[in-house]
C-alpha cells in the first residue's frame, strides 16, 4: 500500500511530462513554419534571377532572422529547392528540440521539421 502512494504520483507525472514536451515540440514547429513562410516571401521575389547558392544563403539569412528557436538544440539545415519550369520554390528547414522527461528514456533529442511552397507569375 505504501508503494503504491509513493508511484502514482510519479505514474501521472511522466504522462504529463511527456505531452508538455510534445506541445513545446509543436510549438517550435509553429514558430518554424512562419519563419520558413516569411523566408519564402521574400524570396520569391527575387527567386527567378538568384542562383540556386545565393537562394540557399538568402533563406538562411531571412529564417535565421525571424526564428526565434525557443528549446531547439540547433537547426540542422534549410533548403531550398527552385522548380523554374513549374516557377516553384520550396524552403524546408529541420532541427532537433532538446527533451527532459523523454531523457529518462534515452531520448535527448527529438526531430522538427517544417517546409513551404511558393510559386510566382510570369
Known amino acids: 500500500m505504501a508503494a503504491a502512494r509513493i508511484l502514482w504520483p510519479v505514474l501521472l507525472l511522466v504522462p504529463c511530462g511527456i505531452a508538455a514536451e510534445y506541445a513545446r515540440a509543436a510549438n517550435v514547429r509553429l514558430d518554424m513554419q512562419n519563419a520558413l513562410d516569411a523566408?519564402?516571401?521574400?524570396?520569391?521575389?527575387?527567386?527567378?534571377?538568384?542562383?540556386?547558392?545565393t537562394l540557399?544563403?538568402?533563406?538562411?539569412?531571412?529564417?535565421?532572422?525571424?526564428?526565434?528557436?525557443?528549446?531547439?538544440?540547433?537547426?540542422?539545415?534549410?533548403?531550398?529547392?527552385?522548380?523554374?519550369?513549374?516557377?516553384?520554390?520550396?524552403v524546408s528547414a529541420s532541427g532537433r528540440v532538446e527533451t527532459g522527461m523523454l531523457?529518462?528514456?534515452?531520448?535527448e533529442t527529438m526531430p522538427v521539421t517544417a517546409a513551404t511552397r511558393v510559386s510566382w507569375a510570369m
Open 103 to 107: 531523457g529518462l528514456f534515452r531520448y
Open 39 to 53: 523566408a519564402a516571401r521574400q524570396l520569391i521575389h527575387e527567386a527567378e534571377v538568384l542562383d540556386q547558392l
Open 56 to 90: 540557399e544563403r538568402r533563406a538562411r539569412e531571412f529564417f535565421r532572422a525571424n526564428f526565434y528557436g525557443l528549446g531547439v538544440t540547433w537547426v540542422e539545415e534549410v533548403t531550398v529547392e527552385k522548380d523554374p519550369a513549374n516557377r516553384t520554390l520550396t
